[in-house]
């Protein structure tokens, strides 16, 4: 069957509503064959120079985000015995690189979950891949000076 495409709206990072987001996409098609996470948010500073604000909203951003995500979908796949969660994640899941340290963990933990999930879901039948691409060209956001924002990549 063919469904009409539908325009959801959703902030990755703000992860009291992906639930509700995740039950008003099945209410309207009933599943989700093909889960695919590719929200991400970066920035460029030193340790040092990055406030643990903005630690915690990269980590929801690549973290929880995701994962909040897959887990409202998850029990829909596991009841059909099927589907295919895919995390379009970073080469920075693996190795990390100076100056990106908030985003370099936020990859890593998200690794280390979708990898777990990989091995649980096989008894399911659910596939679960994790890409990491090395470096892409993002879209940066130039706000006002002082806005801590002003280095942040989505």
């Excluded at 009291?16 to 009933?30: F, Q």
């Excluded at 100076?98 to 370099?104: D, E, H, I, L, S």
């Excluded at 596939?127 to 280095?151: D, K, L, M």
Aim: aromatic residues 8%; charged residues 20%; glycine residues 6%.
């Amino acid at each position: 069957q063919t469904y009409a495409p539908k325009l959801i709206l959703l902030d990755i990072t703000d992860i009291s509503c992906i639930r509700d987001v995740a039950k008003e996409i099945l209410s309207c098609y009933g599943c989700v064959d093909v889960l695919i996470n590719n929200a991400s948010m970066k920035v460029k500073g030193a340790v040092q120079s990055i406030s643990l604000e903005l630690d915690k909203k990269i980590m929801d951003a690549n973290y929880f985000g995701p994962i909040t995500l897959t887990k409202a979908i998850l029990p829909n796949m596991i009841s059909r015995r099927t589907g295919q969660i895919v995390l379009i994640n970073s080469i920075q899941g693996k190795i990390g690189i100076p100056f990106r340290a908030a985003y370099a963990a936020s990859k890593h933990a998200a690794v280390g979950f979708f990898d777990c999930l990989r091995a649980e879901m096989e008894e399911f039948d659910i596939s679960v891949s994790t890409v990491n691409p090395t470096f892409i060209c993002s879209y940066h956001r130039h706000p006002a000076p002082g806005n801590w924002e002003a280095s942040i990549w989505k």
